[in-house]
């Protein structure tokens, strides 16, 4: 059975830097996609950052500059680096990956998520 799990949130003041990773495990065939979703509280889930396979980004605007995602396949790992963090960037992070598995072969999986909250 496929799993992510994320690490590394926590409490950070405005202006600081966190770095989130994510790892996968289990019988995976293959990793395309690997992104950041993140959720406020009242607010509905948005993207924040995806990466392809072949290391192409995209960043939603709101944290273009500030954020930075990569992965290590060999490590099955997504990170994302958050500097210059705001207030606004308090939410809880979720990873998601896109996991081809011979037993379901395509399908979406999604960390339980981890709490990241900017405040002095």
């Known amino acids: 059975q496929v799993q992510l799990v994320e690490s590394g949130g926590g409490l950070v003041q405005p202006g600081g830097s966190l770095r989130l990773s994510c790892a996968a495990s289990g019988i995976m065939f293959s990793i395309n996609d690997m992104g950041w979703y993140r959720q406020a509280p009242g607010a509905q889930r948005e993207l924040v950052a995806v990466i392809t396979s072949g290391g192409t980004t995209t960043y939603t605007d709101s944290v273009k500059g500030r954020f930075t995602i990569s992965r290590d396949n060999a490590k099955n790992t997504v990170y994302l680096q958050m500097n210059s963090l705001k207030p606004e960037d308090t939410a809880v992070y979720y990873c998601?990956?896109?996991?081809?598995?011979?037993?379901?072969?395509?399908?979406?999986?999604w960390g339980p998520g981890t709490q990241v909250t900017v405040s002095s």
């Open positions: 998601n990956a896109i996991i081809r598995t011979v037993s379901r072969g395509v399908g979406t999986y």
